[in-house]
């Protein structure tokens, strides 16, 4: 398992090898194949989104149910899978009643395209880099901060994964869903002198944040700046040879942590 920081090689990488699958399964085609996750890196998926029972999994091209009728065995969570293909619905059908799961979970014939993905705090893949990419703005816009996103195989692009996995010869990814805070805040901190404020200027691709602040009449950069879920984080230099370290999360549309607060302007 290694943060996004470090998996850029492993994403170009995959990016070469889904390619390869997408031309071989047809996937351009918007249509995959039935292929299941293997048992292995369904118990990793799980894992890594520390799926429990208050969560409602939804596995989009959901083939024999495994996923969901795994999440609701293991960790008593409910679940949703949708196929385009009549066969596996009623195959997942009579799989969840046989797990005894049947009152948890639901599958149901649907385009994954037409699927209201809001309701979910976990949502499975196993479909193709080009459907995952075409989801993404969907996801980012349409699921609640914090919610866990898992990829079989295929990754995202450029929105890089919060962590991966190596199952046998294949990649696990998950994503964070990141709540969402480019713009122009107004920052009050408490500082050794007493309070102090800034004009902050924040700008986000996916995870990672950067922009400036004027501190004092002067500009100084943002540093380290990453949202995870509902958590914000980034480094200033605040004058007087001081880095301050700025935790906390979107409260009520305002940011806030130990010691300090922003409005949005
Ligand atoms: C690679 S299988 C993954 C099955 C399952 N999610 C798993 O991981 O074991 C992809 C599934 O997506 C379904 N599928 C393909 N295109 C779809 C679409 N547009 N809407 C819904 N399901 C689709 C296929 O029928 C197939 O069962």
């Not at 989009?60 to 409910?78: E, N, V, Y």
């Amino acid at each position: 398992m290694l943060h996004r920081a470090f998996c850029s090689d492993i994403v170009a990488e995959t990016v070469v090898v889904a390619s390869v699958l997408l031309a071989a399964s047809g996937a351009q085609a918007q249509t995959p194949p039935y292929f299941p996750t293997s048992h292995a890196a369904v118990e990793k998926m799980l894992a890594m989104a520390e799926v429990k029972e208050s969560d409602f999994l939804i596995d989009l091209g959901s083939g024999d149910g495994r996923i969901p009728i795994t999440a609701a065995q293991r960790f008593g969570a409910r679940g949703l899978g949708v196929d385009i293909d009549p066969q596996r619905i009623v195959e997942a059908n009579d799989n969840a009643r046989r797990a005894g799961v049947a009152d948890k979970v639901t599958f149901r014939k649907e385009n994954l395209f037409d699927t209201d993905i809001g309701r979910a705090s976990v949502l499975t893949l196993y479909l193709s880099l080009k459907i995952n990419i075409g989801l993404r703005p969907r996801i980012l816009k349409e699921m609640r901060p914090g919610t866990r996103v898992l990829s079989n195989d295929f990754n995202m692009g450029d929105w890089l994964p919060d962590k991966w996995e190596r199952v046998g010869d294949r990649v696990v990814y998950l994503w964070i869903v990141p709540t969402q805070v480019a713009g122009r805040w107004r920052l009050t901190f408490d500082a050794a002198e007493g309070a102090r404020a800034a004009d902050l200027k924040l700008a986000q691709q996916f995870q990672e944040l950067s922009g400036s602040a004027t501190i004092d009449g002067q500009a100084v950069p943002l540093r380290d700046g990453m949202v995870t879920g509902e958590q914000v984080e980034f480094v200033l230099d605040v004058g007087h040879g001081e880095a301050k370290r700025f935790k906390g999360r979107l409260v009520d549309g305002h940011l806030e942590g130990e010691g300090w607060r922003a409005i949005r302007q």
